[in-house]
């Protein structure tokens, strides 16, 4: 009997669950539409829209029923912002999958998606293009912001130069008051990041930012005084990050600033220049607050240019009991300056040449993954985002995935 019950409930799901289009008025606009949720499990969006607007009511999926928000297959969607906004959206339970985020014209959109105070939500398979902000979630929140991920997404053509090219891929929690409510295990996997004239990625109040397979190619283009950081861990924030490229910055690669433990493994630093910038350290570090530890090892430096030090470790000795710096390649000790009770225990080993690709494979050099610490440290199963394609009909962004022998895992 409680097998039929269970048949019976799983059935009853299924006859209530419904798929609705998103509406949009003659203009493209979704302003605030009154949607009738009852049973709906996929909101499509269908073709091009101006802006959409779904925070007023919300979006409050639950455990068991999230609520996936998605592009129609064949009118793939689209939303260009004509200022402020793209999408804003709050609520809870939700899954954003396969949209685009575009600027209009020439203009660059102030923000691609603003998700407030939205926890438990997934955002995942899309593409940000022609915006001075990306994903913006810096509230002065209430409540904690809870198991939010987003991975597999595009970041390009930050550029913004109507504004002097303030711009930022990911802006993830309020550097200017402190937020009564935090981020608790928020975590960014697979992001591609490739032309930004200001910062990729900045977190800041929450514990536990996981990051893992990031690539960030050409940031700080504009040089802007505090936003030319490829990646910055701000005030009250700890972060466990692994697999990292760094490549062809005209900033800071990495800043630190939080508290807590904290983990950077794995990290190539490449081609960076911060040439003429005489207080800027490739790697900064300064905790806040907090029992300070960072665990920074099994990282590559490759042809990176500053008139300061490689890694510089200015944390006050009242705030850490020490960290450790081990197994990289490419930075001696007289690169860097470290706290007192720090340990170095960087191992001696050549810089190999950098891997050949197979004949038949496509690759773009100035977007190859340098991966020989992977080959010195042992094999792995990792996916790298090589190349991203833009074609002139009608704005097609196609990524090229490339497995760990550069053979081509799928095609446009």
Same mark, same amino acid.
């Given at each position: 009997?409680?097998?039929?019950?269970?048949?019976?409930?799983?059935?009853?799901?299924?006859?209530?669950?419904?798929?609705?289009?998103?509406p949009?008025?003659?203009?493209?606009?979704?302003y605030?539409?009154?949607?009738?949720?009852?049973?709906?499990?996929?909101?499509?969006?269908?073709?091009?829209?101006?802006?959409?607007?779904?925070?007023y009511?919300?979006?409050?999926?639950?455990?068991?029923?999230?609520?996936?928000?998605?592009s129609?297959?064949?009118?793939?969607?689209?939303?260009?912002g004509?200022?402020?906004?793209?999408?804003?959206?709050?609520?809870?339970?939700? /899954?954003? *999958?396969? =949209?685009?985020?575009? $600027?209009?014209?020439?203009? +660059?959109?102030?923000? !691609?998606? #603003?998700?407030?105070?939205?926890?438990?939500?997934?955002?995942?398979?899309?593409?940000?293009?022609?915006?001075?902000?990306?994903?913006?979630?810096?509230?002065?929140?209430?409540?904690?912001?809870?198991?939010?991920?987003?991975?597999?997404?595009?970041?390009?053509?930050?550029?913004?130069p109507?504004?002097?090219?303030?711009?930022?891929?990911?802006?993830?929690?309020?550097?200017?008051?402190?937020?009564?409510?935090?981020?608790?295990?928020?975590?960014?996997?697979?992001?591609?990041?490739?032309?930004?004239?200001?910062?990729?990625?900045?977190?800041?109040?929450?514990?536990?930012?996981?990051?893992?397979?990031?690539?960030?190619?050409?940031?700080?283009?504009?040089?802007?005084?505090?936003?030319?950081?490829?990646?910055?861990?701000?005030?009250?924030?700890?972060?466990? /990050?692994? *697999?990292? =490229?760094?490549?062809? $910055?005209?900033?800071?690669? +990495?800043?630190?600033? !939080?508290? #807590?433990?904290?983990?950077?493994?794995?990290?190539?630093?490449?081609?960076?220049?911060?040439?003429?910038?005489?207080?800027?350290?490739?790697?900064?570090?300064?905790?806040?607050?907090?029992?300070?530890?960072?665990?920074?090892?099994?990282?590559?430096?490759?042809?990176?240019?500053?008139?300061?030090?490689?890694?510089?470790?200015?944390?006050?000795?009242?705030?850490?009991?020490?960290?450790?710096?081990?197994?990289?390649?490419?930075?001696?000790?007289?690169?860097?300056?470290?706290?007192k009770?720090?340990?170095?225990g960087?191992?001696?080993?050549p810089?190999?040449?950098?891997?050949?690709?197979?004949?038949?494979?496509?690759?773009?050099?100035?977007?190859?993954?340098?991966?020989?610490?992977?080959q010195?440290?042992?094999?792995?199963?990792?996916?790298?985002?090589?190349e991203?394609?833009?074609?002139?009909?009608?704005?097609?962004?196609?990524?090229?995935?490339?497995?760990?022998?550069?053979?081509?895992?799928?095609?446009?």
């Amino acid at each position: 009997m409680k097998a039929i019950a269970t048949i019976l409930i799983f059935i009853s799901t299924l006859a209530h669950a419904r798929s609705i289009t998103l509406p949009k008025d003659a203009a493209g606009g979704a302003y605030r539409p009154m949607l009738d949720m009852n049973g709906v499990d996929t909101i499509v969006l269908k073709g091009k829209y101006k802006n959409v607007e779904l925070a007023y009511y919300g979006i409050w999926g639950s455990p068991s029923k999230k609520i996936v928000i998605k592009s129609d297959p064949i009118d793939s969607a689209s939303i260009s912002g004509y200022g402020p906004y793209c999408m804003l959206i709050n609520g809870e339970y939700f /899954i954003i *999958d396969g =949209l685009k985020f575009t $600027g209009f014209d020439t203009v +660059f959109t102030a923000t !691609g998606l #603003g998700i407030f105070e939205s926890s438990n939500i997934e955002v995942r398979n899309c593409l940000f293009y022609q915006l001075q902000a990306g994903i913006v979630q810096n509230p002065i929140a209430s409540r904690d912001m809870e198991n939010n991920y987003f991975h597999d997404l595009v970041f390009v053509n930050f550029r913004n130069p109507a504004n002097g090219g303030r711009t930022e891929c990911f802006y993830l929690g309020n550097t200017k008051q402190t937020s009564p409510g935090k981020f608790r295990r928020c975590r960014l996997a697979n992001i591609y990041i490739y032309d930004v004239s200001g910062d990729g990625i900045q977190l800041c109040q929450g514990s536990d930012f996981d990051l893992r397979n990031i690539t960030i190619i050409k940031w700080g283009q504009a040089q802007l005084k505090e936003q030319r950081y490829g990646i910055l861990i701000g005030n009250e924030a700890n972060a466990n /990050i692994q *697999d990292v =490229l760094f490549d062809s $910055g005209r900033g800071q690669a +990495f800043q630190f600033l !939080g508290t #807590g433990r904290n983990s950077l493994k794995r990290a190539t630093f490449r081609n960076i220049d911060l040439s003429g910038l005489v207080n800027e350290d490739v790697v900064y570090i300064r905790a806040r607050s907090g029992d300070f530890f960072i665990d920074f090892s099994l990282s590559t430096f490759l042809n990176c240019r500053t008139d300061r030090k490689l890694i510089y470790n200015a944390t006050p000795d009242s705030l850490t009991s020490g960290s450790i710096f081990c197994s990289n390649i490419g930075v001696e000790p007289p690169q860097t300056v470290l706290n007192k009770k720090d340990i170095w225990g960087c191992i001696s080993l050549p810089i190999p040449e950098a891997p050949k690709p197979k004949p038949e494979t496509r690759q773009r050099k100035d977007v190859t993954i340098y991966n020989n610490i992977y080959q010195l440290m042992g094999e792995r199963k990792q996916v790298y985002v090589d190349e991203v394609i833009r074609q002139l009909q009608p704005q097609r962004i196609y990524i090229l995935f490339y497995d760990k022998k550069f053979h081509l895992i799928n095609k446009p």
